[in-house]
């Protein structure tokens, strides 16, 4: 039965290949399982529709309306300025502004769009006119906006807490160590890239000066710092679920966009949930067929398959840990996170599981691996629109990018996959 998941496999590889919408690229996936399997379809179906009842996938359209009210409504503007008066004079300083706001960001919406979207407007020519090269300043952005995808809370932690039936606490602060390194190695190598461009620098304050503009715009972005902190806290502290946190978020940032901020109207409000709707509209569509399509391999017994032939391969724990790296980086290429999560999680959990892997531990592995593929041609969704926000060509923007991803990703990588302990030791912390 294997070889009707790769039937399946090579008829989503092909229409997305044409430039087919997502969702019906796994219809087709679906409609091979359908005639060639022993599945009914009608049974598939009415089970798709029941899991998406699942008030974990509530988070969700309310992280997504969250991110898109914070982008238009001063918040992630006003947070990118109190960083700024941090570091605006060092050399290299704004570079780590970008990957440190993006962070920020991630942390508050859980998507990677976000942060391209919310900083890259303001961000790009701000840096531009220091001195970076723009197809670098880009690059940067787009890269650290994949730290939407790893600092919690996190859309691609929910769904892999989900369809994995793991803790997605555990999976939010598995993830979270090695987003913070990722953002210090993108930082380090900003800095010493920093040293080849003419940068135009800020006058270095006085100490009294320094403290004088944190505090002011401290004060002025204290109601967009409070976002993460009631978040991440309440999250945390056991105060309130994933899915009562996104809809707090939201709760929290409208009148703030509106009263504080002044930075929402009623027009571009509208336009922010109406962009909130089309993307929750086609991710919950994506997500039913992608669920039939890995339920129905779950019947066909193809999870335990891939096992045994991959065992039949090798044992070698360090080896396998390679080839599951080198399997999640070429689907990430070619497919989203939360595609590749969907699709691919639930098949090799049986295999980790196998190999005496943590589930908590395969959930970083997991998150580090899709998150790439954003930044990595030829889906690269998140640099494609870096690229349009920065008004560059992508084909500039993809060195810079490349050499990010090899000096600040990559590693990252080896380690959650060979040093455990990196995405186990909060969630340990934690009791989990």
């Known amino acids: 039965m294997i070889e009707i998941a790769l039937i399946a496999i090579a008829a989503l590889v092909v229409t997305l290949s044409f430039g087919v919408p997502l969702p019906w690229c796994f219809g087709a996936a679906l409609m091979v399982m359908y ?19 699942n008030p974990v ?64 407007p303001l961000l790009i020519p701000e840096m531009e006119k220091r001195g970076y090269p ?33 803790s997605i606490l555990a999976c939010f602060l598995a993830t979270l160590g090695p987003g913070l390194l990722i953002m210090f190695n993108f930082s380090v190598v900003n800095l010493w890239m920093s040293r080849k461009f003419n940068l135009v620098l800020d006058e270095k304050p006085a100490l009294g000066e320094l403290a004088g503009e944190v505090a002011r715009r401290g004060v002025h ?40 901020y002044k930075g929402l109207k009623l027009e571009n409000f509208l336009f922010a949930g109406k962009e909130a709707a089309t993307a929750v509209g086609a991710i919950m569509l994506m997500i039913l067929f992608s669920m039939i399509v890995g339920q129905m391999f779950v019947y066909e017994g193809i999870p335990q398959q891939l096992v045994q032939a991959i065992f039949g391969i090798t044992e070698n724990k360090i080896l396998l840990l390679i080839m ?26 049986p295999l980790m599981q196998a190999m005496d ?29 870096g690229a349009r926000i920065g008004k560059v060509k992508v084909t500039k923007v993809i060195p810079p990018a490349m050499m990010l991803i090899v000096t600040g990703y990559l590693p990252v990588v080896f380690l959650v996959s060979f040093w455990p302990d990196l995405s186990l030791y909060l969630p340990r912390l934690f009791g989990y």
């Not at 605006?88 to 993006?102: E, K, N, P």
């Not at 996190?154 to 369809?163: E, R, Y």
């Not at 902190?229 to 939201?250: F, H, N, W």
């Not at 599951?324 to 959990?349: C, E, K, R, S, W």
């Open 324 to 349: 599951i790296n080198l399997l999640l980086f070429l689907i990430g290429m070619v497919v989203n996170d939360t595609t590749a999560i969907l699709l691919v999680a639930p098949l090799l959990m």
């Open 35 to 53: 005639y060639l399997g022993d599945v009914t379809m009608k049974g598939m179906v009415l089970w798709g529709f029941q899991q998406l009842g």
């Open 57 to 120: 996938l509530l988070a969700i359209p309310l992280f997504v309306l969250a991110g898109a009210v914070m982008s238009e409504g001063g918040i992630a503007a006003s947070l990118l300025r109190f960083v700024n008066a941090f570091v605006g004079h060092v050399r290299g300083g704004l570079g780590i502004v970008a990957a440190v706001s993006c962070a920020v960001i991630g942390a508050i919406s859980g998507s990677g769009l976000t942060g391209i979207s919310a900083i890259g």
């Open 357 to 385: 892997v943590s589930p908590v531990q395969f959930a970083a592995i997991m998150g580090v691996n899709t998150a790439m593929g954003g930044v990595t041609p030829p889906y690269a969704s998140i640099l494609y629109l």
């Open 134 to 166: 723009r197809e670098y300043a880009t690059a940067l952005i787009a890269n650290s906006s994949i730290l939407g995808l790893l600092i919690p809370p996190s859309l691609s932690m929910i769904l892999f807490g989900w369809v994995t039936e793991t």
């Open 221 to 260: 972005a204290f109601p967009a710092m409070l976002m993460p902190v009631i978040i991440l806290g309440g999250i945390y502290g056991g105060i309130v679920t994933p899915t009562e946190a996104a809809a707090l978020a939201v709760i929290y940032a409208v009148p703030v966009g509106f009263l504080v």
